[in-house]
């Protein structure tokens, strides 16, 4: 994805300082990291292979997604890693992990989702909420500190398109 131009990386269910170091490593290139080098389209198919390179380490957004108690009880050594930008909470996995799938109101999922915004904070690291809630969720995770903010997906773009032209159709098609 990065060769292809990404400029931001979200690492899925990092739970360890190792998982987190590996997961930063993988974005960037030596010495830093371990990034195998083959930047085609972010290097402008090759015609800006230098600039790309000299600014690339310091530019791609590394983003861990805490999706597991394992990650929440080991947060600060995850975000004390050198190179993560952002902390992204992975609530469904997280209640499922806590043994409460899909209860995001639990206060074990509430306390770990508290708890990883407020170490991020502490790093004055931008923190996030990894799906999207209803409003009055969204604004009470936005008041806790969850700054980096997520307003829609794919398929909820997708899905509420397709159920506008469906509406519509029907109207034309009925007459009404």
């Known amino acids: ?7 931001g990386i979200l690492i899925p269910m990092v739970s360890s300082p190792a998982e ?3 997961a930063v490593s993988a974005c960037k290139y030596p010495p830093e990291g371990t990034r195998g080098f083959g930047p085609r389209r972010a290097s402008k198919y090759n015609t800006d292979t230098d600039a790309y390179v000299a600014q690339a380490n310091s530019s791609v957004i590394v983003i861990v997604q805490i999706e597991h108690v ?11 890693t050198p190179g993560i ?11 499922g992990s806590a043994g409460v ?6 206060p074990t999922v509430v306390d770990g989702m508290t708890r ?9 690291m ?13 604004q009470k995770w936005h008041s806790a500190g969850a700054n980096f903010v997520f307003c829609c997906d794919d398929v909820g773009l997708l899905a509420g398109g397709a159920k506008k032209v469906i509406a519509n159709m029907r109207q034309l098609t009925s007459g009404k």
């Open 20 to 22: 987190a170091r590996t």
């Open 70 to 80: 394992n990650g929440v009880a080991d947060i600060d050594g995850i975000l004390d």
């Open 101 to 106: 799938l899909r209860q995001f109101n639990h």
């Open 85 to 95: 930008d952002v902390a992204c909470l992975g609530p469904t996995d997280l209640s």
């Open 1 to 7: 994805a990065l060769d292809m131009g990404a400029e």
């Open 116 to 124: 990883v915004i407020q170490a991020a904070r502490a790093r004055q």
């Open 126 to 138: 931008p923190a996030s909420i990894g799906i999207v809630f209803a409003d009055a969720e969204m």
